[in-house]
């Protein structure tokens, strides 16, 4: 192996140790991917967090100029196919190797901005915040599983942006708590503490169940490499969705719902065998 792709490897082993530091869930299903799949969405990963992170997680920092800083290193190293950021390093080789459209990473850049100022949404700019959030990041996720092939992606496009709303929608559902208390966000339309109630709740629910039908006709067209892993996230966000659907709002309100890890894994054997005998 030469050096650079030492480099490289090593720049994918960070973005790797970031996932799973970060989220049991997505590792868990990147290690149901085929193998040929799991570094580019390590990658892909290891960027969303980092900007994540920045936006919810260092207070005490100039939050703007990190963010703007990060933009700018990411541009940087897609143009110059390299950078000292490990994690931007193996963002960028997906991004070139990929043909990732560079709209979806402004999309995605300008939602972790929206994030700095905004804390109440209007139905307007709750669809923008949810489309550069999480529907962008699921076609990123796309041009890796298709491979180049623009007629196969552009097919499963609308699938592939309905399940990312799906996740986007059940983590805000999750983290309600989190966001309202800690961070004094709301991005539900309209929403009112003192009037998030059984009604509210089951609106939110319905167009949820919508996107997560619409996501899995599109998990059953993807490659059989991408198909399962995919499947092994969408299992677990409708595992949680299920159990924030049978809690009251007040229950909602009040506790962060998750999934055990055992959970999780048991989840992984059914998958499995749903996938393997085509009963998806």
């Known amino acids: 192996m030469d050096q650079i792709a030492l480099y490289h490897r090593n720049s994918f082993k960070c973005s790797k140790i970031t996932t799973q530091n970060y989220s049991t869930s997505f590792s868990l299903g990147i290690l149901s991917l085929n193998k ?38 990411t541009y940087a190293a897609i143009k110059e196919r390299i950078s000292l950021n490990p994690i931007l390093n193996s963002f960028q080789k997906v991004v070139n190797e990929y043909g990732i459209d560079h709209e979806l990473i402004d999309r995605f850049l300008k939602s972790m901005k929206m994030d700095l100022n905004k804390k109440d949404y209007e139905q307007l700019s709750y669809e923008d915040y949810i489309l550069g959030s999480a529907e962008v990041v699921g076609l990123m996720c796309l041009r890796v599983f298709t491979e180049g092939d623009n ?51 089951k609106q939110i629910e319905l167009d949820i169940e919508q996107d997560f039908k619409a996501g899995l006709e599109g998990i059953k067209q993807l490659p059989r490499g991408a198909r399962f892993g995919v499947y092994v996230a969408y299992v677990y966000y409708y595992s949680l969705f299920t159990k924030i659907q049978s809690l009251s709002a007040s229950t909602i309100l009040s506790e962060r719902i998750r999934i055990p890890d055992f959970r999780k894994y048991a989840l992984i054997i059914s998958c499995y065998f749903r996938h393997t005998l085509n009963l998806i």
Do not use: C, S, W
């Not at 967090?49 to 933009?71: G, M, P, Q, S, Y």
């Not at 399940?163 to 009112?192: T, V």
């Open 36 to 73: 040929k799949f799991r570094d580019p969405i390590y990658g892909i990963y290891g960027f969303v967090r980092f900007a994540d992170e920045i936006v919810d997680t260092f207070h005490e920092h100039n939050k703007l100029e990190l963010i703007e800083r990060f933009e700018h290193d």
């Open 151 to 201: 007629t196969y992606y552009q097919a499963l496009k609308p699938q592939a942006m309905r399940l990312g709303a799906a996740f986007q929608k059940i983590n805000f559902l999750r983290d309600l708590k989190a966001d309202y208390f800690a961070l004094g966000r709301a991005y539900f339309p309209g929403f009112e503490l003192d009037k998030f109630n059984e009604q509210k709740k």
